[in-house]
């Protein structure tokens, strides 16, 4: 398969510190950071934008999803960091960042 560089992006989602702290499974989360990682540095270093989205909320969380669930969500129970990307873009190799800020499916997202 042939990419045009100038045509194609690479969109990376949810490689943030909270979701890769779960148990991930048919892959570790390790094995596929590593391997995200990777293909971004490719894609980055041909020329391609590689965007990185990550799912975050307001500080008072009222932006938080608040579905009605056997066992909802514990929001104010976060770590520090949780929305947060293992290692930042590198604007110098294509990369750049966008925030989602609700969980709901074709929302609005915000530029970093």
């Known amino acids: ?3 045009d560089a100038k045509t194609t992006a690479l969109i990376l989602i949810d490689l943030q510190r909270g979701v890769l702290a779960m148990p ?3 892959h570790a989360a390790a094995t596929v950071f590593e ?7 490719r894609f980055g270093a041909a020329g391609a934008l590689v965007v990185r ?3 975050s909320f307001s500080r008072d ?5 608040r579905s009605p669930v056997d066992q909802p969500m ?3 129970a976060l770590p ?3 929305d947060e990307f293992p290692e930042p873009p590198d604007p110098s ?3 750049s960042c966008a925030i989602r800020r609700i969980c709901e499916p074709l929302e609005p997202i915000e530029s970093e």
């Open 1 to 3: 398969m042939q990419l």
């Open 24 to 26: 991930l499974a048919p």
């Open 35 to 41: 391997r995200s990682r990777r293909i971004a540095d």
């Open 53 to 55: 989205v990550r799912v």
């Open 61 to 65: 969380l009222a932006d938080a999803p």
């Open 74 to 76: 514990k929001h104010g």
């Open 80 to 82: 520090p960091g949780w």
């Open 93 to 95: 190799r294509g990369s």
